[in-house]
């Protein structure tokens, strides 16, 4: 279905088509809470598709921030890249992608299955057959769907592919959130048990429609 | 003087009919021309086609403001007061669905074109006259799939049909509305090659393409349009079904398919038939203005030009409609330069209008169209919300 990510305050609108990415970008200049629509009608729940983008000064901006950020470093609960954190570990990402080995954090990737993950984004990465790409969102993206498509060289092409199946659209973004934002020790370690986030949502209310 | 009688020339005029006093008991005529419901049925008669146009689509007309009245209704409390969320979407959608393609399209060609176009330019009736009625009901056969997919469970995906909700995930009738669009299709083009064969081949003497009454060229633009982008539009739903019988990835990305495709080609034709529905109207406020204002239009060559202009121009801005769809920076200056070169084909037409009529004293009827007319190249001169401020 196509949907329009719209902001009427920003004359911001772009359609956001099944099977591609597109990113936009935009820049307000006055403090406030704006409307989010879907600009493109897409069936029953379309007039529900609604949100808020908040524009704040730069001290708001940091203290919402800091407010959100742990004092140990750990990303904010809450946010798609702690939720891709979690899904991280539930599907076993971590068996193959950790640094578990690694005593010497200059030398991260010397006994794993698979690349260390942290600092990926928007590395260069040297690909099987020559030729090398720029690690952004579609790359990391088409590596979780279709792993064999560009495989990093020097690694044997074992990853599983994760279809839609095994991993929704929102989930791939969690997950691209995650990897995007892991710097180096950011991993968590394999045998890491992890609480449940402060302030987690118990039922899967997000998204849903209001009734 | 035997000179003078030499010299005396015939002044009949050579396309007059003999003149006669005797009424020819042959003839048929509006006295004595059959009244029965068949005689109005196979009738080939322009002025009748035109008049049956005018009951049909002044009928689909007040089904499509029913169904605006229901949307208008619903809309009268916030959680929506008498319809579902998808009864509300079907409203809607029967509302644009019957609007365009029932009504606006054929309204002008089909009533006006046929009833005027003939006596305009001096023909006794269309080229084609039973072609003529072949449109007519071609357009009825048409518009029984329209109302049979709206009368059983309606349809939903609004009236631009867009996939992959038209091809994949909607549940309602969009085979029936589809082929009624494909059906309609024939119809209008079946109008708009007899409008431009009468145009070309029917104008009496001294009829020349100078001398045409605008509405005839406006007439004229609308044809060459309707004969030219509805197949586009013909190809594209047949596409849109082949996809969704039978699985054929063309517009689904879950098949391969591109959704923009479905956009380029949809717009390609409805682009156009923007103009289709809105250059006959102009043909007719040309005639009310200078009607009313008692004086010739000013510019006569300029705005018939313009006319023509805006049919070819307008075949190159469709992409206005996909701003959302982000094209790239050059396509989009692209797009906007062809844009600014339709409005100014308008605004040419617009121009000589208002000039016209604000010069003189126009009555009443007269003002009317002339609000009508300062309204729409206002409408153009709005700044364009989509474009970012790069």
Redesign the interface.
């Known amino acids: ?2 949907h ?1 990510f ?1 902001i009427p305050a920003f ?5 956001v ?4 990415y ?1 990113s ?4 307000p200049n006055k403090v406030g809470k704006y409307h989010i629509f879907c ?7 379309h ?1 529900q598709m609604v949100g808020s983008v908040y524009v704040m000064e730069q001290p708001d901006y940091d203290a919402w921030l800091d407010g959100l950020r742990k004092t140990d470093g750990r990303i904010g609960d809450g946010t798609p890249a702690a939720q891709g954190r979690q899904l991280f570990l539930k599907l076993q990402c971590i068996t193959c992608h950790n640094n578990v080995y690694d005593s010497d954090k200059s030398n991260a990737n010397s006994s794993n299955r698979a690349p260390n993950l942290e600092g990926l984004f928007m590395s260069k990465v040297p690909l099987t057959g020559g030729g090398t790409v720029v690690a952004d969102d579609n790359y990391i993206r088409e590596s979780i769907r279709d792993p064999m498509a560009k495989v990093h060289d020097g690694w044997k092409p074992i990853m599983p592919p994760y279809p839609q199946g095994k991993v929704s659209a929102e989930e791939l973004n969690m997950l691209v959130a995650y990897i995007k934002s892991l710097q180096p020790g950011d991993l968590p370690r394999r045998t890491d048990q992890f609480p449940a986030p402060v302030g987690a949502p118990t039922t899967p209310t997000e998204g849903g429609s209001n009734k | 003087m035997s000179a003078a009688a030499t010299l005396e020339l015939d002044y009949t005029p050579q396309c007059a009919p003999p003149v006669s006093n005797e009424p020819d008991p042959t003839a048929e005529n509006y006295l004595n021309h059959s009244y029965s419901w068949l005689s109005w049925l196979l009738t080939v008669d322009h002025k009748r086609i035109g008049i049956m146009y005018l009951v049909m689509v002044s009928i689909f007309f007040v089904f499509g403001g029913l169904a605006a009245g229901l949307v208008r209704l619903n809309l009268l409390t916030p959680t929506g007061a008498i319809l579902e969320l998808d009864q509300y979407n079907k409203a809607f959608t029967a509302h644009g669905t019957i609007m365009l393609f029932l009504f606006l399209i054929p309204v002008v060609p089909g009533v006006l074109g046929n009833f005027f176009v003939p006596i305009m330019i001096g023909a006794k009736d269309m080229a084609f006259p039973k072609l003529n009625l072949a449109s007519f009901y071609v357009y009825a056969f048409g518009a029984v799939f329209f109302v049979v997919a709206l009368i059983s469970g309606g349809l939903e995906t609004g009236w631009t049909f867009y996939p992959p909700y038209s091809s994949r995930y909607s549940h309602t009738n969009v085979l029936a509305a589809g082929l009624g669009v494909f059906i309609l299709g024939f119809s209008s083009i079946l109008t708009g090659l007899n409008i431009i064969a009468t145009v070309h081949k029917m104008r009496c003497p001294g009829m020349t393409w100078g001398r045409m009454p605008l509405f005839v060229w406006a007439m004229y633009a609308t044809s060459v349009i309707q004969v030219l982008a509805t197949p586009v539009l013909a190809i594209t739903v047949t596409m849109l079904a082949v996809e969704r019988i039978f699985g054929v990835g063309i517009f689904d990305p879950t098949l391969q398919g591109d959704p923009i495709l479905f956009q380029h080609m949809f717009w390609y034709y409805s682009h156009p038939a923007v103009y289709i529905m809105i250059l006959p109207g102009m043909g007719v406020i040309n005639e009310v203005i200078t009607c009313f204002s008692r004086k010739n239009i000013f510019g006569y060559a300029a705005v018939a030009w313009s006319t023509i202009g805006i049919a070819v121009v307008g075949y190159l801005v469709w992409g206005h409609h996909m701003f959302p769809q982000r094209p790239e920076l050059l396509p989009r200056h692209a797009v906007q330069h062809s844009h600014d070169a339709r409005r100014r084909a308008e605004r040419g037409e617009g121009l000589q209008l208002d000039g016209d009529a604000l010069r003189r004293h126009a009555d009443v009827p007269g003002a009317d169209a002339l609000r009508y007319r300062l309204h729409h190249p206002l409408h153009h001169r709005r700044p364009h919300r989509h474009l970012p401020s790069a």
């Open positions: 279905m196509i329009d719209g004359r911001n609108k772009f359609d088509v099944p099977g591609r597109i936009t970008w935009y820049k600009d493109q009608y897409c069936g029953q729940g007039s």
